[in-house]
């Protein structure tokens, strides 16, 4: 490894730790105003339905998505679980297992 590759390494690390901190060592310090709370509370909804959506179309260039059929049966098992425990680790667990499952029996 030379000592550019290295030092390129060193300084995203950097980076990464300082943007991914800054805002909370920031933010530690002053009181948010009660509508940037109440606004902010909504990120995480939006970011996880993003990533829930991105993973379940297949994008086609020229016509409409298309859908992913594993995913969005893994994803019945995994929702349901949502509704009824509101865990976080039983869902990604229910989820796995889902798509485990779907996957052995597709190979099969």
């Given at each position: 490894m030379t000592r550019y590759i290295f030092w390129t390494i060193i300084g995203c690390g950097?980076?990464?730790?300082?943007?991914?901190t800054f805002?909370?060592?920031l933010v530690k310090n002053f009181s948010l105003p009660k509508w940037l709370i109440h606004f902010?509370?909504?990120?995480?909804?939006?970011i996880m339905t993003a990533l829930f959506v991105e993973n379940l179309l297949i994008p086609h260039q020229g016509?409409?998505?298309?859908?992913?059929?594993?995913n969005l049966l893994a994803s019945l098992p995994a929702i349901l679980t949502a509704i009824i425990t509101k865990s976080l680790?039983?869902?990604?667990?229910?989820g796995i297992i889902a798509?485990?499952?779907?996957?052995?029996?597709?190979?099969a």
């Open positions: 950097i980076v990464t730790v300082l943007s991914r805002p909370f060592l902010l509370s909504f990120v995480p909804i939006a016509r409409l998505p298309g859908i992913d059929l594993e680790l039983a869902i990604v667990v229910v798509m485990a499952l779907i996957r052995f029996f597709a190979l």
